[in-house]
């Protein structure tokens, strides 16, 4: 199912929308979180347990971007949202069907196995589009779409609140809010199905869009072979680490730190501080990644793994005497967190140019996968065996700060090691491909 070839005079402004209506769509699943207390309520389920759906389907997202990345190539942004439309929306209408039964299994698989293939599928679907409409501004394009992603939440979280106050939050009240959800969201996702669109040309330049790209290019079975994507697959999966350890605990973590003292944060405010760590990581996905179009890649993530182990020092060493400088330095990181997801694109780009980036992106995105046990695990982990050690406040994550620290070193390391790739991975332009075809001809 590929998408119409765009028409001559059509806007290529009109492809980040219909990215934006993809991703706004799948970013529910940052809004979790506001189904937690209700499910655990209504069907007796523990926070664990309550949490697996959200974890199978970050699970499932890394793993179906990295296995659906060359299908998304191959057969077209249309296909790909097409797949994820259905996958996301009937996942929320099994999820439906487990809560009105009391059936949490069908939850975990609708939401989570289901509804987790539409995440990863339908986050890689307009990349390599976005990066062939914009080879000018490649950042700003895929930042554009990928910030649709951190801002969902903003979107889904009082939305989902509102109707669950409304229907009730027993099982069929959650039942009816995740069927809403389910059509809701495939509506408006068709949106972006209807209107994308591939160039018949590169802007600016003569041809067709079948013609072969231009410039060094590698396929994707050949990028797992080279030590540029194993560096960055590290560099995303420090960054994430770093990220998610703030995120997934960020009430608890803002109320302990300033527990002891004379100021207390109430419930209210920690929930205000987690919108305010959602606005971060939705503005860092456009703004930094449309600064890297101006610096470059690897600059840009100098300033995320290096600033972002110098925040971590601050919290560390003075989060617990100044709530302005806690505040401050946890959107910086969270501000790098997302845009750390949507520059890799690019740097994606530039190292391995736009012949099956969407599908590099794909495998590339098991490093969220990865981070997204790792650093709820590191946070959650120590702040536990410290608890139980009679400690509390903020020396609850003095040793998670260190040990993230340490991760955005690693990070750091890896970025800096990034170099061209090496031509014998390219993709053998037409000419070259021709000439290698005589030589072996004439060896023969």
Known sequence: MSPPVAPPGWSRWLVPPAALSVHLSIGQAYAWSVFKPPLESALGLSGTQSALPFQLGIVMLGLSAAFGGTLVERNGPR??????????????LLSALGAATERYWLIVLGYGFVGGIGLGIGYISPVSTLIKWFPDRPGMATGIAIMGFGGGALIASPWSAQMLQSFGADSSGIALAFLVHGFSYAAFMLLGVLLVRVPRQAPGARGTARQAPTGPQVSANQALRTPQFWLLWIVLCMNVTAGIGILEKAAPMITDFFADTSTPVSVTAAAGFVALL????????IGWSSTSDLIGRKNIYRVYLGVGALMY??????GDSSKPLFILCALVILSFYGGGFATVPAYLKDLFG???VGAIHGRLLTAWSTAGVLGPLIVNWIADRQEEAGRHGASLYGLSFVIMIGLLAVGFVANELVRPVDPRHHVPQPKEADRVQRQQSESA
């Open 79 to 92: 296909w790909a949202m097409t797949v994820a439309l259905v996958c996301f929306s009937s996942g929320f």
């Open 278 to 285: 959602s606005a971060a990581n939705m503005a860092g996905r």
């Open 313 to 318: 020092a601050f919290i560390a060493l003075f």
């Open 354 to 356: 736009t012949y099956q």
